[in-house]
């Protein structure tokens, strides 16, 4: 079955980096959109970013513009997002999925049919 397990989350300060990755099986990786997503405590999961099958590409949130970068290795069958800068608002579950959709900049969390259990992210001030 499909399994999409999510890495590299912890703690941090602000201004701090991270990188998580998200390894899939039991898909053809190189035929799926992938995105990130995030929920904080009380809020209601919100897309992050997404990128086309070839990586070729993105989309991001305009809260995480210019300091996440999403990639992919299909070789790998990896999804990765590097968090720079961070700030305590990007503390959040953050969760990645798969899409058997074609990329579009507008693609919603329903979109997306594969879902990983998430890996935590906290940004201390």
């Known amino acids: 079955q499909v399994q999409l397990v999510e890495s590299g989350g912890g703690s941090v300060q602000a201004g701090g980096s991270l990188r998580l990755s998200c390894a899939a099986s039991g898909l053809s990786f190189g035929s799926y959109v992938m995105g990130w997503f995030r929920q904080a405590p009380g809020k209601e999961r919100e897309g992050v970013s997404h990128?086309?099958?070839?990586?070729?590409?993105?989309y991001y949130s305009d809260s995480v513009k210019g300091r996440f970068t999403i990639s992919r290795d299909n070789a790998k069958n990896t999804l990765y997002l590097q968090l720079n800068s961070l700030k305590p608002e990007d503390t959040a579950m953050y969760y990645c999925a798969a899409s058997g959709r074609s990329f579009n900049p507008y693609m919603s969390q329903r979109d997306f049919g594969y879902w990983g259990q998430g890996t935590q992210v906290t940004v201390s001030s």
């Open positions: 990128v086309s099958r070839s990586g070729m590409y993105t």
